[in-house]
């Protein structure tokens, strides 16, 4: 035997449909988190992805020895290594542009490899390259 369904209080229907407008409320934020975050995935696998791609490409390969020393001391000048020692100007230029990237985007006090945020330093890569 089935019973008939209960009526519910005036009291009773307010508090469900408050409960049902709260679930509601509730499962279209978790949806907007849902989307957000799979966009969130996606976006840094594109950007590790460029990252493999800049990566793989030698623009110019790196000297031995260290930037900024001279020749006879085991080391190297960029402006020789990139071949732009007769077009100091244009070096400067990259330089400089290069330099005010760097600083409006990561955190100068400290290395690549030191950043805390890995996607900031693909996309200034990219930018440059």
């Not at 976006?43 to 460029?50: D, H, L, N, T």
């Amino acid at each position: 035997m089935v019973k008939a369904p209960k009526s519910y209080s005036k009291k009773q229907s307010i508090q469900l449909s408050a409960i049902n407008k709260a679930i509601t409320t509730l499962q279209e934020q978790m949806d907007t988190f849902a989307h957000n975050h799979k966009a969130e995935e996606n976006r840094q696998k594109k950007a590790k992805e460029s990252h493999k791609i800049i990566k793989s490409q030698d623009l110019i390969p790196r000297p031995k020895g260290r930037p900024g020393r001279s020749n006879g001391k085991r080391g190297y000048k960029v402006i020789e290594a990139m071949g732009l020692s007769k077009k100091k100007e244009y070096f400067n230029i990259l330089k400089r542009a290069i330099r005010k990237l760097a600083k409006s985007r990561l955190d100068t006090s400290r290395t690549l490899t030191q950043q805390k945020n890995g996607l900031m330093v693909d996309k200034v890569i990219s930018q440059v390259s």
